[in-house]
């Protein structure tokens, strides 16, 4: 057996903790109200045209349903975060899924649409609430190293694999009933998880101190007009003067955030989370994965529909293989990481992503399923299933625990941006190309922008996620070998 064999079978426990059982639930009710967080969108997604015919919206303000959502929950991530650390973390989990369980039932019930836009706006605030503390309670309920890393690789499962998911279940209940089940299938999962938390979940220390308000808003505000900005590039042009507009003030707001931080004794974001060069590698290398992923969504799907002719429902199947792949990965990702380390299987996941989608940019209007996009999406999967746990445990890795709500808010922020980002610059890569009333031709430019957003992860992450001490370890593990060979 070889050295490291031997020293990763002594850091095995002998035997489970005591409340290794309610630790498990709790990671698993936590888990879920991630899944329906995160798939939010993705439902949606697949009930736009019913929504449209039934409210009456029209074209350019049919995507406020998307856009409202993400604009609050971009926007609030960074607050939600600290509100946990300094509230208590299961306390403001259990108010954001609230807020987000009521206005999931108000929105479904809407009969205009600015009903339904506010109720999709007050839903991503509440998501914002909640989101960052699902990271920080998954840490502190594992019992262990080994279930910690177990929960953050079904974090990055679920996570990854919701937005797939989302389409699946979005088709089937806008095929068998309306789309105002889309929102409703929210509300029983919400109260079955408020009902469930508190028996299961434990709370963290409340950590008392001042309330950094300028970061607050600096940091709210910012990020609201950064992704606004964003979303609007697509229709308004990245040179326009909304869009560069939006841009300005963001940045100055950001900025004045930062110049904040750094003098507030109790700041929003502890500025040295983002001193890490290793954090901050993997931050962008997150953010640059979503957006290719977030690309491929957008435009697979209508390809799914508009040239193979698929329903709602079997398009979601379309994308079973891409959540199967992640799910499986999840399976076996903390064993590869303790082998491989996370910055190998980063460059690994972000190369095999480049291959995918240099394959989907060969897509044509005669191709198959099977021809075309299977091998694709599953490619896609593996790699993400690759990627997200080393990422996150890279970004989490020396937080302290007092910190540890705020350091999720700034991953869960960075993800926000990026796959405003990606879609932004992939449509808009892909409007250049696009032939009226024909889906196929722009395709190709697209896809080989977002083989470029992977091509830019891998590099990252080769120069950023690089650690200093890595010859020494190399020559440290080879010493018994050497002295055994003298």
């Known amino acids: 057996m070889s050295t490291r064999s031997t020293q990763a079978s002594r850091d095995l426990p002998a035997e489970l903790p005591a409340d290794s059982g309610r630790a498990a639930t709790g990671i698993a009710i936590v888990l879920m109200a991630q899944l329906m967080l995160v798939l939010d969108v993705a439902v949606m997604n697949v009930a736009l045209p019913r929504i449209d015919t039934d409210l009456g919206f029209g074209p350019a303000s049919l995507s406020w349903?998307?856009?409202?959502?993400?604009?609050?929950?971009?926007?609030?991530?960074?607050?939600?975060?600290?509100?946990?650390?300094?509230?208590?973390?299961?306390?403001m989990f259990e108010i954001g899924l609230s807020v987000f369980t009521l206005f999931s039932l108000l929105g479904g019930l809407a009969q205009t649409p600015s009903q339904l836009i506010i109720a999709r706006a007050l839903q991503g605030a509440g998501a914002a609430m909640a989101a960052p503390s699902v990271l920080a309670l998954l840490t502190t309920s594992a019992p262990d190293e080994a279930a910690r890393n177990r929960a953050l690789a079904l974090f990055g499962a679920v996570s990854s694999a919701g937005?797939?998911?989302?389409?699946?279940?979005?088709?089937?209940?806008?095929?068998?009933?309306?789309?105002?089940?889309?929102?409703?299938?929210?509300?029983?999962?919400?109260?079955?998880?408020?009902?469930?938390?508190?028996?299961?979940?434990?709370?963290?220390?409340?950590r008392p101190g001042r309330f950094d308000l300028v970061g607050a808003v600096t940091a709210t505000v910012g990020a609201v007009a950064i992704v606004?900005?964003?979303?609007?590039?697509?229709?308004?042009?990245?040179?326009?003067?909304?869009?560069?507009?939006g841009f300005v003030v963001g940045l100055g707001l950001l900025l004045v955030l930062g110049r904040t931080e750094v003098r507030h004794p109790h700041p929003l974001i502890q500025p040295h989370l983002?001193?890490?060069?290793?954090?901050?590698?993997?931050?962008?290398?997150?953010?640059?994965?979503?957006?290719?992923?977030?690309?491929?969504?957008?435009?697979?799907?209508q390809y799914d529909e508009r040239v193979l002719d698929l329903g709602p429902f079997a398009t979601g199947l379309a994308f079973l293989p891409f959540s199967l792949a992640v799910f499986g990965m999840s399976r076996i990702t903390p064993w590869l990481i303790g082998r491989m380390g996370a910055r190998a299987m980063i460059l690994v996941g972000t190369a095999a992503m480049v291959v995918g989608y240099l394959w989907l940019s060969q897509i044509s209007a005669?191709?198959?399923?099977?021809?075309?996009?299977?091998?694709?999406?599953?490619?896609?999967?593996?790699?993400?299933?690759?990627?997200?746990?080393?990422?996150?445990?890279t970004v989490l890795s020396g937080v302290e625990p007092e910190h540890a709500g705020s350091a999720s808010g700034l991953l869960q922020t960075t993800q926000q941006?990026?796959?405003?980002?990606?879609?932004?610059?992939?449509?808009?890569?892909?409007?250049?190309?696009?032939?009226?009333?024909?889906?196929?031709?722009?395709l190709e430019a697209?896809?080989?922008?977002?083989?470029?957003?992977?091509?830019?992860?891998?590099?990252?992450?080769?120069?950023?996620?690089?650690?200093?001490?890595?010859?020494?370890?190399?020559?440290?593990?080879?010493?018994?070998?050497?002295?055994?060979?003298a």
Do not use: C, K
Not at 228 to 245: K, N, Y
């Open 417 to 442: 941006l990026g796959s405003a980002v990606g879609v932004a610059a992939i449509v808009s890569v892909y409007a250049t190309g696009a032939v009226p009333g024909q889906l196929v031709p722009g």
């Open 274 to 301: 983002v001193r890490n060069r290793r954090r901050v590698a993997a931050l962008a290398t997150m953010a640059l994965v979503i957006g290719a992923n977030l690309s491929m969504f957008f435009l697979v799907v």
């Open 366 to 393: 005669t191709d198959s399923y099977f021809g075309a996009v299977f091998g694709p999406v599953l490619i896609s999967g593996l790699a993400t299933g690759f990627i997200f746990m080393p990422i996150t445990t």
């Open 163 to 206: 937005a797939s998911i989302g389409l699946l279940l979005g088709g089937v209940v806008t095929d068998v009933g309306s789309w105002r089940w889309t929102l409703w299938i929210n509300v029983p999962i919400g109260l079955a998880v408020l009902l469930l938390a508190r028996r299961y979940v434990t709370e963290t220390p409340r």
């Open 228 to 245: 606004w900005s964003l979303i609007g590039t697509p229709e308004h042009g990245w040179l326009s003067v909304r869009t560069i507009a």
């Open 446 to 485: 697209a896809f080989l922008t977002s083989a470029v957003f992977s091509l830019a992860a891998f590099v990252v992450a080769a120069t950023g996620l690089r650690t200093p001490r890595e010859p020494e370890r190399v020559t440290e593990a080879l010493e018994p070998e050497l002295a055994e060979a």
């Open 65 to 91: 349903v998307l856009n409202s959502y993400t604009l609050a929950f971009g926007g609030l991530l960074l607050l939600g975060g600290r509100l946990g650390d300094v509230r208590g973390r299961l306390r």
